[in-house]
């Protein structure tokens, strides 16, 4: 199973794209970002969001796509700009007929480290270690990306 991680911002937009075989065998494939520029309108910054998102479609032709769920944060304006992003996002998705499933940061950290209050730093080294990675993948916004993929794979029923 290809699996497309996806952590939605509208300035950074993380991806990692993973091959999963069963539970224990899961082999990255590429991660990165898609960033966009704060001199950009809205407009423009969730095209190329969409234009990204597609590339990355067409060249791993992802079954499934994991994205994080939205999630409060302390300024409305944040949560306002990452949900327009994610709903860009869901439209690309939605628009390739790929399934979509939502995890909350919580239900990801669980996933990974079985400690639903995992920091980032912990997050980030379990990425590298389950994927046998050499370093912890940056930016931050791609190891996240990643470990969403991860999630999604370690709680699948259709893998073993």
């Known amino acids: 199973m290809i699996v497309l991680g996806i952590d939605p911002g509208l300035s950074l937009t993380g991806w990692g794209v993973i091959s999963a075989q069963t539970r224990d065998k ?6 990165g970002c898609i960033r966009t520029k ?4 809205l407009s423009e910054r969730l095209q ?4 990204e998102l597609q590339k990355l479609i067409d060249t791993y032709n992802p079954e499934v ?3 994080e769920e ?20 869901v439209l690309t998705v939605s628009l390739n007929k790929i399934k979509l499933f939502e995890y909350n940061p919580r239900h990801v950290k669980m996933a990974l480290t079985g400690y639903g209050s995992a920091d980032k730093h912990q997050m ?13 993948p940056k930016p931050d916004d791609a190891a996240d ?11 699948a029923r259709t893998l073993k």
Not at 72 to 85: D, T, Y
Not at 124 to 136: A, D, N, P, S, Y
Not at 145 to 155: E, F, K, R, S, Y
């Open 65 to 67: 796509v994991a994205i």
């Open 26 to 31: 899961i082999i990255p494939l590429q991660y």
């Open 70 to 89: 939205l999630f409060f944060l302390k300024e409305a304006k944040s949560v306002a700009a990452v949900g327009q992003a994610r709903g860009a996002i």
């Open 145 to 155: 990306a990643l470990a969403i993929a991860m999630c999604h794979v370690n709680t």
């Open 38 to 41: 704060s001199a950009e309108t």
């Open 124 to 136: 980030q080294h379990m990425v590298k270690t389950l994927l046998r990675l050499k370093e912890i």
């Open 48 to 51: 190329n969001i969409n234009i």
